[in-house]
């Protein structure tokens, strides 16, 4: 501020705060003495170049504001001529219409000169210092305005009541006082005022047409019936997510949070029906590393995969999961470990990193080898990032099959009732002794083994839907 005053050749005269003296200012003003014997004292001289009365360095005590005091008289005599301003004896035109009127003719020539090409032919705000700025013409300054109070305020003769002010377009219009004028509404505003309702009767009436159509929709519409059921399990998962995230940021990114996020998840499947069947539980190695596969059909493989998930142990996941909102989070703070797949090679250092954190705190991995999900009944080709981690590890592979989902869910019709699943354990595949050359090999026979196994319970109960029936069902899949 001080610095644009002085570029405007506006000194101030002691009425803001950077020229109260504080504390001991007897002492501080002697310090300044030399610097006024110079002639050069910024704050100490008036624009006239006359010294200041003591006044103007004790601008907050109370006096000096009274309007028509003394030390206000002094106060306005010394006030700072604006360029184009003509002298007047102080006491002529004194308060801020007094210095609206005097700087105005300056003032409305300099905006008209400089301003009218950036404001499209209207003057532009001149610049006043704050205490020069009238808020408005008609208007007294309010009592609780941070701007400081006139030292030149005439003797308020009538207090006139409080007008609020229309905006002005423009500083300068305002300052002019020619605010534009309160627009009427147009006739067809007024029109449109009276035929919109409001915005709760639209909100009640939108909420009632919801109300009836979901339920048809839901009776009459399988398709419906299976967007619904899949929109609620994404819902509810980031739902559940977010009431697991502060439950989980107590310990911080921790492997025993999964445990909670089990809990959380164990109740979907009675929300949908879904039996899920659990067999060759006994054969998890009680207490050490190990690596588990399983095959991946759905997001719902969450519901089986919660059923049987062991202590301490963490899935692989998308790197792409970790940005799906709340379940990014609680995925991450369980201790998810994250791989982008478009990056081989990072890829694969992250599963190096985990054979080591395997052994070292005694943690176990969950894969899904298929690398996606595979909605055709059958089980794609194995990615060997698995099987070389379990190797570098020398840790035992348990394979886990999750029956086909195709008697209650298929994608592809759009269908998803209430149906069961069978997840079974099958016996660990142990790996000491192997080396990355028998990775190839290890892989094919896991996998042979746990096709063989989804074929068998897939099969067998309810025999499976129509998506059974059609190529590429569990039928066909090649071992
Ligand atoms: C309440 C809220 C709840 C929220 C929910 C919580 C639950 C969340 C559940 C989330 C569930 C989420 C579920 C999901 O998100 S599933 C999707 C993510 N998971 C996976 O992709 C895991 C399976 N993928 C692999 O294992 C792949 O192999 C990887 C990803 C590692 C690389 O794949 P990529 O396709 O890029 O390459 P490639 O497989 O052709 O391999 C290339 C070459 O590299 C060799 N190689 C590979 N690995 C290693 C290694 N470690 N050391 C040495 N070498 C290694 C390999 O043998 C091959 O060489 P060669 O054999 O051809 O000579
Ligand atoms: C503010 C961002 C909001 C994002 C909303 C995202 C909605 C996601 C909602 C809920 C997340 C549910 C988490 C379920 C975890 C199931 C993991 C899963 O099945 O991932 C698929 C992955 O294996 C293979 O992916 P692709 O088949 O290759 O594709």
């Known amino acids: 501020m001080k610095k644009e005053w002085a570029k405007e050749g506006i000194q101030h005269q002691g009425t803001h705060k950077p020229c109260v003296l504080k504390g001991n200012w007897r002492k501080k003003r002697m310090q300044l003495e030399p610097e006024k014997a110079r002639g050069g004292g910024r704050a100490q001289r008036s624009a006239r170049g006359a010294e200041l009365p003591r006044a103007h360095w004790s601008m907050r005590r109370k006096d000096a504001w009274v309007p028509g005091s003394r030390l206000a008289k002094q106060a306005a005599h010394h006030r700072p001529l604006l360029p184009g301003q003509p002298r007047k004896p102080a006491g002529v035109g004194e308060g801020w219409g007094g210095i609206a009127a005097t700087a105005a003719p300056a003032l409305r020539e300099t905006a008209g000169r400089e301003g009218g090409r950036e404001l499209g032919g209207q003057p532009p705000p001149p610049f ?281 869910y298929c994608k592809k019709e759009r269908r998803f009732t209430s149906g069961r699943c069978q997840v079974r354990v099958l016996p660990p595949v142990p790996t000491e002794g192997l080396t990355p050359d028998d990775v190839p090999a290890l892989a094919d026979r896991v996998r042979h083994s746990m096709l063989t196994v989804f074929r068998e319970i897939s099969t067998d109960g309810r025999g499976g839907g129509d998506c059974l029936k059609k190529p590429g069902g569990v039928g066909d899949a090649r071992l």
């Open 128 to 408: 006043l210092p704050q205490w020069a700025q009238p808020p408005t013409l008609t208007s007294p300054p309010s009592a609780g305005a941070r701007t400081p109070p006139n030292p030149v305020a005439p003797l308020a003769p009538t207090p006139r009541p409080r007008q609020r002010q229309p905006p002005a377009t423009t500083a300068a219009a305002a300052w002019l006082g020619r605010g534009p004028a309160p627009r009427a509404p147009h006739p067809t505003e007024v029109a449109r005022m009276e035929l919109w309702p409001g915005i709760w009767p639209v909100l009640l009436l939108l909420f009632l047409l919801l109300l009836f159509l979901l339920p048809t929709l839901w009776f009459c519409s399988p398709s419906a019936k299976y967007f619904f059921k899949m929109a609620f399990y994404n819902g509810w998962i980031l739902f559940l997510a977010v009431l697991a995230i502060p439950v989980c940021a107590v310990r911080g990114r921790n492997v025993e949070n999964m445990k909670i996020l089990r809990l959380m998840l164990l109740h979907i499947k009675y929300l949908y029906g879904i039996r899920v069947e659990v067999r060759g539980a006994h054969h998890f190695p009680p207490s050490q590393p190990y690596v588990v596969v399983s095959n991946h059909q759905s997001s719902l493989d969450l519901l089986g995969m919660m059923e049987v998930l062991p202590g301490r142990c963490v899935p692989i996941a998308k790197r792409e999961l970790l940005w799906a909102g709340s379940a990014g989070l609680a995925c991450w703070l369980a201790g998810v470990i994250f791989i982008d797949r478009k990056r081989t090679g990072d890829a694969i250092s992250v599963m190096s990193e985990v054979a080591q954190t395997l052994l070292t705190q005694d943690v176990r991995v969950w894969v899904f080898p298929e690398g996606t999900r595979n909605h055709n009944g059958s089980m794609l080709p194995f990615k060997r990032g698995a099987f070389h981690l379990a190797v570098q590890a020398q840790v035992p592979i348990v394979p886990i099959v999750m029956s086909s989902y195709q008697d209650f």
